[in-house]
């Protein structure tokens, strides 16, 4: 079975660091772009990084723009977010995906619908 599985998720005070995994299993991403989102309650849901298929850019929103850092492990079976710097409006829950086709990454980053695989999201409160 393809899938993502999300992790990492937790409470941290302001100004700590976390660092969220994304496992893949039934696939390798090598050839995907991977992403971060988040949705925070009555908000829609929000792309804020990802790494194209070749490695070769990347992708921040503004919002999250020296604080969050993506990564992948040489397997291509696992990528990661480095949250650090929190921030309490950086409190929702955080979903990994994986994407495919001719465009950038942050086409599908600004198109969610466009994600291939999905992990289940993992909740981020930041206290302040």
């Known amino acids: 079975e393809v899938q993502l599985q999300a992790s990492g998720g937790g409470l941290v005070q302001a100004g700590g660091s976390l660092r969220l995994s994304c496992a893949a299993s039934?696939?390798?991403?090598?050839?995907?772009?991977i992403g971060w989102f988040r949705q925070a309650p009555g908000k829609e849901r929000e792309g804020i990084i990802c790494?194209?298929?070749?490695?070769?850019?990347?992708y921040r929103a503004d919002s999250v723009e020296g604080r969050f850092t993506i990564s992948s492990d040489s397997a291509k079976t696992t990528f990661y977010l480095q949250m650090n710097d929190l921030k309490p409006e950086d409190t929702a829950v955080y979903y990994c995906?994986?994407?495919?086709?001719?465009?950038?990454?942050?086409?599908?980053?600004?198109?969610?619908?466009?994600?291939?695989?999905w992990g289940q999201g993992t909740q981020v409160t930041v206290s302040s």
């Open positions: 995906a994986a994407s495919r086709g001719p465009f950038g990454c942050r086409w599908y980053l600004n198109r969610p619908e466009r994600s291939a695989y």
């Open positions: 790494t194209s298929q070749s490695g070769d850019s990347t």
């Open positions: 039934g696939f390798t991403f090598d050839d995907y772009n």
